[in-house]
């Protein structure tokens, strides 16, 4: 026998469910303020510096080039070559302590201010402003019909985020080609397959995440703000929302009593929610959308200011501070715990004896190659010699000349010239012979050593090992 109730429900139709939100384009409101005039100041930096470094002239070349086509990664007066891959290494070593050390006492302060994501993001922010107008006017044209005012308009905004975009492609190629060959094959179009790609690539990419994606690559693809939550604590600046001065929330007019109208100072205005980027309402409390910008910090104190509010209302602090109701200098104080003290000397132990290696680094490197087909061979005069191949490295940026010696054997001396010349930043290899007595050592393999040392320089000394082999 079926129960009614059953067969009830059976009579309903499925309810589809959908296991993705459906994506609402944000519209931010542009704010004015400390943060956001600090924001604008460091796009303008980092951007001065990625457009305009690959510029610079020096020595005759391009200061800063990872010439791939060389396999050399010119750094002004330094030069980098692939045996120097371990500088790689510790560099971006030294790049994750850094972050990790920024994180656990400011929290995502890189996101909000210097991310490329976030950067370029703000970038073509600015001109969808300066071309569509401010959030009202946006959400307004977006909503209306396509009028030939509407398609001018998002004509030209496409337009010059593809012309930025082309030239960011452009420049990020440009420090791996030449950019002056790279100029001049594009102005000439002879412009190669390679460099065509990854320049368009770059550009496509740019476009897409900061005229399209935006805030989804932070929420949905940038690892970043999965795992920040191991590397934040207690202390951690944040931006936060104070709970305990904002509610209970509402709207209001100015001057008005909030004891008897049992109200907090939040006024319920939704700009907090309006300035943000990825559009949440930090008065949920800390979410791993939140870049750190502090655009809601910027837009709370301007209400506050017109409420006559005290401002912070939203504010950068930490968990410990307002629970216990910290001031500034508490706050401070509260950051050297040992978590960050640890960072700070593992940081600073890094970077010493990355920076020690790097000053001391010889200006020259020699590889020593035994000719391996002919083991040893009897001279006229009765001596055993040996033949190496001396493969010389010059990585500074004029010529030098070095002179060769040989040790380890009583007896042992070169047949053949003492001093090489190496051209500038170049490799050289040089065939040298070199003998000792019969008697002068043991059957078999001998240790011997090579001396280089440069004719101009006394401290540019370079012992490398090598096997002599008497019959």
Same mark, same amino acid.
Request: hydrophobic share 45%; net charge neutral.
């Given at each position: 026998?079926?129960?009614?109730?059953?067969?009830?429900?059976?009579?309903?139709?499925?309810?589809?469910?959908?296991?993705?939100?459906?994506?609402?384009?944000?519209?931010?409101?542009?704010?004015?303020?400390?943060?956001?005039?600090?924001?604008?100041? $460091? !796009?303008?930096?980092?951007?001065? +510096? *990625?457009?305009?470094? %690959? #510029?610079?002239?020096?020595?005759?070349?391009? &200061?800063? =080039?990872?010439? $791939? !086509?060389?396999?050399?990664?010119? +750094? *002004?007066?330094?030069? %980098? #070559?692939?045996?120097?891959?371990?500088?790689? &290494?510790? =560099?971006?070593?030294?790049?994750?302590?850094?972050?990790? +050390?920024?994180?656990?006492?400011?929290?995502?302060?890189?996101?909000?201010?210097?991310?490329?994501?976030?950067?370029?993001?703000?970038?073509?922010?600015?001109?969808?402003?300066?071309?569509?107008?401010?959030?009202?006017?946006?959400?307004?044209?977006?909503?209306?019909?396509?009028?030939?005012?509407?398609?001018?308009?998002?004509?030209?905004?496409?337009?010059?985020?593809?012309?930025?975009?082309?030239?960011?492609?452009?420049?990020?190629?440009?420090?791996?080609?030449?950019?002056?060959?790279?100029?001049?094959?594009?102005?000439?179009?002879?412009?190669?397959?390679?460099?065509?790609?990854?320049?368009?690539?770059?550009?496509?990419?740019?476009?897409?995440?900061?005229?399209?994606?935006?805030?989804?690559?932070?929420?949905?693809?940038?690892?970043?703000?999965?795992?920040?939550?191991?590397?934040?604590?207690?202390?951690?600046?944040?931006?936060?929302?104070?709970?305990?001065?904002?509610?209970?929330?509402?709207?209001?007019?100015?001057?008005?009593?909030?004891?008897?109208?049992?109200?907090?100072?939040?006024?319920?205005?939704?700009?907090?929610?309006?300035?943000?980027?990825?559009?949440?309402?930090?008065?949920?409390?800390?979410?791993?959308?939140?870049?750190?910008?502090?655009?809601?910090?910027?837009?709370?104190?301007?209400?506050?200011?017109?409420?006559?509010?005290?401002?912070?209302?939203?504010?950068?602090?930490?968990?410990?501070?307002?629970?216990?109701?910290?001031?500034?200098?508490?706050?401070?104080?509260?950051?050297?715990?040992?978590?960050?003290?640890?960072?700070?000397?593992?940081?600073?132990?890094?970077?010493?004896?990355?920076?020690?290696?790097?000053?001391?680094?010889?200006?020259?490197?020699?590889?020593?190659?035994?000719?391996?087909?002919?083991?040893?061979?009897?001279?006229?005069?009765?001596?055993?010699?040996?033949?190496?191949?001396?493969?010389?490295?010059?990585?500074?940026?004029?010529?030098?000349?070095?002179?060769?010696?040989?040790?380890?054997?009583?007896?042992?001396?070169?047949?053949?010239?003492?001093?090489?010349?190496?051209?500038?930043?170049?490799?050289?290899?040089?065939?040298?012979?070199?003998?000792?007595?019969?008697?002068?050592?043991?059957?078999?393999?001998?240790?011997?050593?090579?001396?280089?040392?440069?004719?101009?320089?006394?401290?540019?000394?370079?012992?490398?090992?090598?096997?002599?082999?008497?019959?």
């Amino acid at each position: 026998m079926t129960d009614s109730n059953d067969t009830a429900l059976a009579a309903v139709p499925p309810v589809p469910v959908s296991l993705y939100e459906k994506h609402k384009k944000i519209y931010a409101r542009r704010v004015r303020g400390g943060f956001d005039n600090g924001r604008i100041a $460091l !796009v303008l930096l980092t951007q001065a +510096l *990625f457009y305009g470094a %690959l #510029w610079l002239p020096w020595n005759g070349r391009q &200061a800063i =080039l990872f010439h $791939l !086509v060389e396999r050399k990664f010119y +750094l *002004f007066g330094l030069i %980098l #070559w692939p045996q120097d891959v371990i500088y790689l &290494a510790v =560099l971006l070593i030294i790049s994750a302590y850094a972050l990790f +050390l920024v994180t656990a006492i400011a929290g995502r302060l890189f996101c909000g201010y210097a991310c490329p994501q976030t950067v370029y993001t703000e970038i073509f922010m600015w001109i969808e402003n300066a071309v569509e107008g401010d959030r009202n006017a946006r959400m307004k044209l977006d909503r209306g019909p396509l009028t030939p005012d509407k398609l001018r308009k998002k004509a030209l905004k496409h337009g010059l985020w593809a012309i930025l975009a082309l030239w960011t492609g452009f420049t990020l190629v440009g420090y791996f080609t030449p950019v002056t060959e790279l100029w001049s094959e594009i102005r000439d179009f002879s412009l190669g397959p390679w460099e065509s790609f990854w320049i368009f690539f770059y550009a496509g990419f740019t476009y897409l995440m900061a005229g399209s994606l935006r805030e989804q690559v932070c929420k949905y693809m940038c690892p970043y703000a999965r795992f920040q939550s191991v590397m934040f604590d207690a202390d951690t600046l944040i931006v936060t929302y104070d709970p305990e001065r904002g509610e209970p929330r509402g709207t209001r007019k100015k001057g008005t009593d909030l004891g008897a109208a049992g109200l907090g100072e939040c006024v319920d205005c939704g700009v907090c929610v309006q300035v943000c980027p990825t559009g949440i309402d930090i008065r949920k409390g800390l979410q791993y959308e939140c870049i750190g910008c502090a655009a809601c910090v910027d837009g709370c104190d301007q209400i506050m200011d017109k409420m006559s509010y005290p401002r912070g209302l939203i504010r950068y602090s930490t968990e410990n501070a307002m629970r216990d109701h910290l001031d500034g200098k508490d706050i401070v104080a509260h950051i050297l715990r040992p978590r960050i003290l640890l960072y700070t000397a593992i940081l600073a132990l890094i970077v010493g004896i990355a920076g020690w290696f790097l000053a001391h680094r010889l200006p020259v490197k020699v590889d020593v190659i035994r000719d391996r087909a002919t083991l040893a061979r009897e001279a006229d005069d009765g001596s055993i010699e040996n033949v190496y191949t001396l493969q010389f490295m010059n990585t500074a940026e004029r010529p030098r000349r070095y002179r060769i010696a040989v040790t380890g054997l009583d007896g042992l001396r070169l047949a053949g010239a003492d001093e090489v010349e190496v051209p500038a930043a170049s490799v050289r290899a040089v065939l040298t012979t070199v003998q000792a007595p019969p008697e002068s050592g043991k059957k078999g393999a001998n240790p011997i050593h090579f001396e280089i040392q440069a004719t101009d320089d006394a401290n540019i000394l370079l012992r490398e090992k090598a096997s002599f082999m008497l019959p």
